[in-house]
């Protein structure tokens, strides 16, 4: 009798967890990610130093008025877009980790605020050569690689599953597509001079990035995943106080931006399946 009783002693509570709880259905471990984003952050226009810096006499309709050559507009708020492919492995019911690789588009813009500026296209000891360009457009390309966790408070798979996110990005510059827009159609010769003159984004750039989302969708199929990311922290070197995006756009490290991630999480088929429970009580 005593033994009897020692033994429903220890083996009840070993027992309950099992009686508390239904297997549902089994789901594979990895999962691959297609996806689509939006980063916006804070940025400065750094003007070439071939446009002239000093006042001239050239005029826009009223003799009169005279126009600050080496005046741009200056940007403020900018916007990278990105797409990637990132799989995703579930190592226990909170817990999945992603890498993948994304590739990411950063745009800047040098337009005077008036019809054009002047632009230094050659200089000797005695004469300085101008043309007049109204707009001057980069787009640099950039490859990445995203290292994610996310944590899911809740262990049971509902249909609308909140999570959490850390993560860091690591981009690597691919090339940039220069376009000037000329006043003088005669002088798109020179187009290809004025790209190679300019100055180069820099190779690597870094983030780090907290954020919140939601999962759309069972496990056992193709689901969604909506995601707010903020603060996003934009780091440099330990030698350096800002990070060259394009050719005439900057970014002071420690600066924050945030940013929005849409995927798609497709299922694949693996030996390796998590067990989905729900829970009775």
Known sequence: MKRTLLFLLFAIPILLPTQAQELLFEVPK????????????????????????????????????????????????LSQYFVGIKPEYSLTHWLTIASGLRFSIIGSQIKSDRDFFLWRI??????SNYIRISELNQKS???????????????????????FVIGAMFNFYAFSNTRVDFINEDMQKYEKQIANDL???????????????LKLGK?????????????????VGQ???TLQLTSFLERKGGGIGCGFNFSLKIPIPTKQKLQIFEDND
């Open 30 to 77: 990895f999962r691959i990610g297609v996806e689509v984003g939006i980063q916006w952050f804070s940025a400065k226009t750094t003007k070439p130093t071939q446009i002239r810096e000093n006042r001239s006499s050239y005029y826009y309709g009223h003799q009169d008025e005279l126009f600050y050559c080496g005046f741009v507009r200056n940007e403020n708020g």
């Open 122 to 127: 050659s200089q000797d000891e005695t004469h």
């Open 141 to 163: 390309y950039y490859f990445g690689i995203p290292l994610e966790i996310r944590l899911f408070p809740k262990h049971m798979d509902c249909f609308v599953r909140q999570y």
């Open 199 to 213: 100055k180069k984004p820099d190779i690597f750039s870094s983030n780090f990035y907290l954020g919140v989302g």
């Open 219 to 235: 496990m056992n199929r193709p689901f969604g995943n909506i995601e707010f990311q903020f603060p996003i922290f934009y780091l």
């Open 239 to 241: 030698n350096k106080k």
